[in-house]
T-cell receptor, first 112, second 111 residues
């Protein structure tokens, strides 16, 4: 049973515009969330995290929003750049250091 | 100098064979993991070791046996390979309650 879902397998955005990647989860015990970025033939690399005590975390062009009541988080990239083209995975855990559950990823293409 | 390195990067083998994938991390992390990414792109944990001790063992066939000779290494041995074992296997490490650092993956193809 997949506890973390990314329902959009792909997304295309024009350079300079906003990219919004969505993630839903089913387990109300999840308290810690991560976003990873993956280029072809490479392993996922950590992008940004958020814990349930916050509803927003920002790092440069990347912002993650968490809506615990809706069990939903999203990653906003503004402005989008061609180098952002990659697969983005969200992951959730009951607490930091515990097992992470990953979504199936969203492939983002930023069109120059 | 790669933080988490896996070998081999690609592995093509026949059904029924036994194969190993090796993983080494030079980050000084105390926890290492094996994840499997199947054809549906679902990234799922298989095993986790903390200081050479097994702490997570998901529902994985016992044909899969991890071995951690020291905290910097976590190898994965697979016996009697089946078609369904074809996947990309990712090694990862972390220091305590922290984010995972992944290797580049090992793509296993079973013919």
């Amino acid at each position: 049973d997949q506890q973390v879902k990314q329902n959009s397998p792909s997304l295309s955005v024009q350079e300079g515009r906003i990219s919004i990647l969505n993630c839903d989860y089913t387990n109300s015990m999840f308290d810690y969330f991560l976003w990873y970025k993956k280029y072809p033939a490479e392993g996922p690399t950590f992008l940004i995290s958020i814990s349930s005590i916050k509803d927003k975390n920002e790092d440069g062009r990347f912002t993650v929003f968490l809506n615990k009541s809706a069990k939903h988080l999203s990653l906003h990239i503004v402005p989008s750049q061609p180098g952002d083209s990659a697969v983005y995975f969200c992951a959730a855990s009951p607490e930091p250091g515990n097992q992470f559950y990953f979504g199936t990823g969203t492939s983002l293409t930023v069109i120059p | 100098d790669t933080a988490v390195s896996q070998t081999p990067k690609y592995l093509v083998t026949q059904m029924g064979n036994d194969k190993s994938i090796k993983c080494e991390q030079n980050l000084g992390h105390d926890t290492m993991y094996w994840y499997k990414q199947d054809s549906k792109k679902f990234l799922k944990i298989m095993f986790s070791y903390n200081n050479k001790e097994l702490i997570i063992n998901e529902t994985v066939p016992n044909r899969f046996s991890p071995k951690s000779p020291d905290k910097a290494h976590l190898n994965l041995h697979i016996n009697s390979l089946e078609l369904g074992d074809s996947a990309v296997y990712f090694c990862a490490s972390s220091q305590g309650p922290n984010v995972l650092t992944f290797g580049a993956g090992s793509r296993l193809t079973v013919l």
